[in-house]
């Protein structure tokens, strides 16, 4: 894109740190903003590792990375983001801190196009509550993990949002190979996690109902109507099944679909749990037990269906800072 050149990236958790693979494999100068200088060793190794794991894949070769690598700089300053034309604002989920890093842009980058937050749940009019200056160029960029692999990112607008951010943002993600949608307006969970979590509440319920166990369940999804999803939509498949049946299917159905208020039991006391479960969690428990997976091989499953995504035409040189 001939309107912006330099990138800045805010928050190096998972999302920051594969946006930065993604804006580099693509020949766009990135700057890193290291909040924790001491843990600049360590971003650069995540960022390395993701590279590794590209040219496992045969997607690029060693020299190949390097040139790529020459595109990211880390900075410690908010005035040293001040060439940016960007920036993907990837910290914590919470409106303070947003909000704070939005002042800090507002005062150290004088040629902002927009300003995308990766936030998976708060809504546009939250986040610009408290700007000023770049109060028309806040809007959500939520991307899905790891951002250089899949493709879809959603966006969604405050009404204060200029039409010119908005368009500059979905630009950008079309010039670095990924399929922007635009919502009309704000929804929780915004269009990905909305449709996930119905799903999810589905199962739970699926669950606690006693109809079945949840290795039921993901057999259900791995061999049944989910790797049909993955080439063709859900309006697509209905609309060629036709809507007789659809409708009696409707009618049978949705009567029974869960309206949960609130994180349901089966969920909440795992939260609570002073265990803290999930497969991460020191007990390595949850609907599963994890003591005994092969965690990469795991990884190895989850990115599968990913890595035909992560291709792209690479910089043939160096950057030249």
């Known amino acids: 894109m001939k309107k912006i050149d330099v990138i800045g990236i805010v928050g190096l958790g998972m999302i920051g740190n594969s946006l930065a693979v993604l804006t580099t494999m693509h020949g766009y100068r990135t700057l890193c903003y290291a909040r924790t200088p001491e843990k600049i060793p360590l971003y650069e190794e995540k960022f390395d590792q993701m590279y590794r794991e590209m040219e496992a894949h045969g997607l690029l070769t060693r020299e190949q990375t390097k040139i790529c690598r020459s595109y990211l700089r880390y900075v410690t300053s908010y005035a040293e983001l001040g060439d940016c034309q960007a920036v993907f604002e990837a910290i914590a989920e919470d409106p303070a801190q947003k909000r704070a890093c939005y002042r800090e842009l507002e005062e150290n980058c004088p040629s902002l196009l927009f300003i995308g937050s990766c936030s998976s749940s708060i809504k546009p009019e939250i986040l610009s509550a408290s700007a000023e200056k ?22 969604c607008a405050s009404g204060e949002t200029s039409e010119g951010a908005v368009h500059t943002a979905m630009e950008l993600l079309t010039d670095l190979d ?142 030249r800072w």
Request: net charge negative; aromatic share 16%; proline share 9%.
């Open 178 to 319: 990924r399929k922007p949608v635009l919502l009309k307006k704000s929804n929780p969970g915004f269009i990905g996690n909305y449709l996930q979590f119905a799903l999810w509440a589905a199962a739970l319920k699926l669950v606690e109902d006693g109809v079945c166990d949840p290795r039921d369940i993901d057999t259900c999804l791995k061999y049944s109507f989910c790797p049909r999803y993955t080439s063709i939509g859900i309006f697509e498949h209905f609309d060629n099944g036709g809507y007789r049946l659809n409708r009696a299917t409707c009618d049978a159905v949705f009567p029974n679909l869960p309206r949960y208020d609130e994180a349901p039991a089966l969920v909440r006391e795992k939260a609570e749990s002073p265990d803290a479960w999930g497969a991460r969690a020191p007990e390595k428990r949850g609907f599963y037990d994890w003591n005994q997976v092969d965690m990469t091989a795991y990884q190895e499953r989850v990115n599968a269906p990913y890595w035909k995504f992560a291709a792209c035409t690479l910089p043939e040189e160096e950057c």
């Open 134 to 155: 770049y109060k028309d160029r806040v809007l959500v960029t939520h991307p899905f993990y790891p951002v250089h692999m899949v493709p879809y990112f959603e966006l």
